[in-house]
């Protein structure tokens, strides 16, 4: 088990081909899980792009979900911002935040339906072999419809984060 989260647990596996996987798997016995599960497909269903977590393929029946994830080697920012024997150079850390912004560039505006990522934390942030970010966890972003230039919302994850461009209520 690579983590778990308030809605899922987090396994790595290896497929047939020799390629390495992270399966996000719900625990449905949880509150919101349901819920979760369909926010993060709806989310992450068209993003295509080298900063945002790829899924690969997504299973949903009535007592099972789980996403099939590309694996992050490096783990997440988290792990290297507060282990004492990970360490990230400046040079590193310019790139991680170049790589976080375009990611959410690109959700806001290089996308049909703006997306809201609404928990962009250290540890949603994850790191691939070569330490390029790939911003993770969509399950309670928010899509934003055709004409909505005021969303509100109530807070449900990390405080700090707000879309340029958005206003909150």
């Known amino acids: 088990m690579l983590g778990s989260g308030s809605f ?20 449905l016995q949880t509150d919101g899980a349901f819920r979760n599960f369909d926010i993060e497909c709806d989310a992450m269903r068209n993003i295509v792009h080298h900063n945002i977590v790829k899924v ?20 997440n920012l988290e792990k290297w ?9 400046i ?5 991680i935040m ?13 996308h049909p339906t703006p997306i809201i990522h609404s928990d962009l934390k250290p540890s ?13 966890d969509f399950g309670i972003s928010n899509l934003l419809g055709e004409g909505d230039v005021v969303k509100q919302t109530m807070t449900l994850a990390t405080i700090g984060y707000m879309a340029p461009g958005e206003f909150f209520l």
């Open 8 to 27: 899922r647990y987090i396994y790595k596996g290896r497929l047939l081909d020799g390629m390495e996987v992270a399966i996000k798997v719900f625990n």
């Open 56 to 75: 690969i393929t997504c299973y949903s029946s009535v007592d099972f979900k789980a996403l099939m994830l590309d694996y992050m080697s490096n783990g």
């Open 81 to 89: 911002l507060h282990s004492k024997s990970c360490f990230i150079h």
């Open 91 to 95: 040079i590193q850390r310019v790139d």
């Open 98 to 110: 170049i790589d976080v912004a375009t990611a959410i560039e690109h959700l806001h505006n290089g």
């Open 124 to 136: 949603n942030i994850l790191l691939d072999k070569d330490m390029v970010v790939h911003v993770g």
